[in-house]
C-alpha cells in the first residue's frame, strides 16, 4: 500500500480529543486510512512527501445535508425571492418536473459535477438525497444514482406531494411501494415534516415504515415555522434533524438531552431571508451541532462548506473551533460515520484518509477572509484529487 507523508503541517485540527490541535505537525496517508499522526520532528518515512510549509490542516469537510440528485435551474424564482417573493417550497415541484424529463446520464453527470465541485473546495464525505422523482420509479433511479456516487443516499419520498396524486393516498405509496423499491438502495429515510408539507402524523408514519425496513432516520424540522420536527426525531431516536431555524425551548432542551445531532444550514436561511438558526442556544444547552450546505437548486444553490462556516462564525455567534468542528466531526456525527475504523470528519489513525489542507496558516482564516477560495490540497480516501 503506497503511503504518502504530509508534513510542516503549521497548525493541524485532528477532532481527536486526545490530541486536538498539533503545531508543526505531519500525518501519514496509507492506502485509504490514516496511519500516524504526530510531530513533524518524529514522522516515519513514507513511499512520498509533501511539505505544505507551515499551512493549516483540517479534516475534509463532511457535508451531511444535500439534495444534489436533480436536474434543472431556479434562478428565476431565486430572484423572486430576492425581489421579496416568499420561500415556501412550492418550487420543489419545478425541479421534480425537470428530473424525472432527465435522463439517467443527465442525472448522473449533474450529480457528478456537484460533488466534483464540493471535493474541489475540500468537501470529502457528501450525503445525498432523493425527492425530485416522487413516484416509485423515478425515486428508484434517483436512489441507484445516488448510491454509486455519494458516501450516503437517504430516501425523501415525503419532499412534497406530486400534483398527480391524490394527497390522502400519497403517505401510503410512500410507506408502501416507494419504500419497498428503494430501500435496498439506501441507508436513511427523511420526511420533511412542515406546515404545507408532512404533518406530525404522516412524518411519525413515513419514520416508522422506514425503521422497520432498518433504515436511520433523519428528519427536516422547524424550517419555516415552529412545529413538531423536533420533537419527532428526538422521540424515534433520528440521527439528525436538519434546519431548526424555529426553536422553542423545549426543542432546545429536547435536542440536548438526546443523540439527534441538531444540523445547521446557514446557507439555506439566508437564500429563504429566514433567521440564522439559533446555534448559540443549542450549544450553550449543550446539544451537538453539525452544519451542512443543503445544497439544492432551490432553497440553498451552494456546495461551500466554507460559506457555511463563516456564517456560523461571523453571524451566529459560534467560534472557529465549534465551527470547524461542526463541519467535520458534527457531519460524520449525523451520518454516524464518527467512530471506528474509516471514520470521517477526524485526523487519527484508522479514520478514512480525507484531509484538506488550506492556503492559510490558521483554520480562523476560514471566518477572517470568507469567501476567498482557500483550499489548497485535498486527500480523499488518501488520493490527491487534481
Ligand atoms: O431542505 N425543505 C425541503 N427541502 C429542501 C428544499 C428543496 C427545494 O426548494 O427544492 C430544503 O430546503
Redo the contacts with the bound molecule.
Keep these: 500500500m503506497k503511503s504518502t507523508l504530509v508534513t510542516g503541517i503549521g497548525e493541524l485540527t485532528t477532532n481527536d480529543p486526545g490530541l486536538r490541535r498539533l503545531h508543526r505537525a505531519a500525518v501519514v496517508l496509507e492506502g485509504e486510512r490514516v496511519a500516524w499522526v504526530g510531530d513533524a520532528a518524529t514522522a516515519p518515512m513514507a513511499d512520498a512527501a509533501v511539505d505544505v510549509a507551515g499551512r493549516a490542516a483540517l479534516p475534509g469537510w463532511v457535508d451531511s445535508h444535500t ?1 444534489l440528485l436533480f436536474a434543472g435551474d431556479r434562478t428565476a424564482e431565486f430572484e423572486a425571492r430576492m425581489a421579496g417573493a416568499a420561500y415556501t ?1 412550492g ?2 415541484l419545478a ?1 421534480v418536473e425537470a428530473t424525472r424529463k432527465a435522463t439517467d446520464a443527465e442525472l448522473r453527470a449533474n450529480l457528478a459535477a456537484h460533488l466534483a465541485e464540493a471535493a474541489r473546495q475540500g468537501t470529502t464525505c457528501v450525503e445525498t438525497k432523493t ?1 425530485y422523482g416522487l413516484t416509485v420509479a423515478d425515486e428508484l433511479r434517483c436512489a441507484r444514482i445516488a448510491r454509486d456516487l455519494a458516501d450516503e443516499v437517504t430516501f425523501l419520498g415525503a ?1 412534497t406531494v406530486p400534483p398527480e396524486t391524490d394527497p390522502r393516498c400519497y403517505v401510503d405509496t410512500v410507506c408502501g411501494d416507494m419504500l419497498a423499491a428503494v430501500a435496498g438502495h439506501v441507508g436513511w429515510a427523511d420526511v ?1 415534516c ?1 406546515v404545507g ?1 408532512f404533518d406530525e402524523e404522516q412524518s411519525r408514519r413515513v419514520l416508522r415504515a422506514a425503521a422497520a425496513r432498518g433504515l436511520g432516520l433523519r428528519v ?1 424540522g422547524n ?1 419555516l415555522g415552529h412545529g413538531p420536527g423536533v420533537r419527532l426525531a428526538v422521540r424515534l431516536g433520528a440521527a439528525s434533524v ?2 431548526c431555524t424555529h426553536l422553542t425551548e423545549e426543542d432546545v432542551a429536547a435536542l440536548a438531552g438526546s443523540d439527534t445531532v441538531a444540523t445547521l ?1 446557514p446557507a ?1 436561511d439566508l437564500s429563504t431571508r429566514q433567521p440564522l438558526a439559533p446555534a448559540r442556544r443549542l450549544l450553550d444547552a449543550g446539544a451537538v451541532v453539525a452544519l451542512a450546505t ?1 445544497a ?5 444553490y451552494t456546495t461551500s462548506m466554507a460559506f457555511c462556516v463563516a456564517t456560523a462564525v461571523l453571524q451566529m455567534g459560534m467560534s472557529i473551533t465549534e465551527a470547524v468542528w461542526a463541519a467535520t466531526a458534527g457531519g460524520a456525527r449525523a451520518l454516524r460515520r464518527d467512530t471506528g475504523e474509516g471514520a470521517v470528519g477526524t485526523i487519527r489513525v484508522g479514520a478514512r484518509a480525507d484531509l484538506q489542507v488550506l492556503d492559510a496558516p490558521s483554520v480562523t482564516h476560514l471566518a477572517y477572509r470568507p469567501g476567498v477560495p482557500l483550499t489548497w490540497a485535498v486527500w480523499r480516501r488518501g488520493r490527491l484529487l487534481g
Excluded: Y
Excluded at 439544492?296 to 440553498?300: D, F, H, I, L, R
Design positions: 439534495h417550497a418550487g420543489i425541479t425527492g419532499h420533511f412542515e408539507a427536516h424550517q436538519d434546519h444550514l439555506c443543503n439544492n437548486p432551490g432553497s440553498s
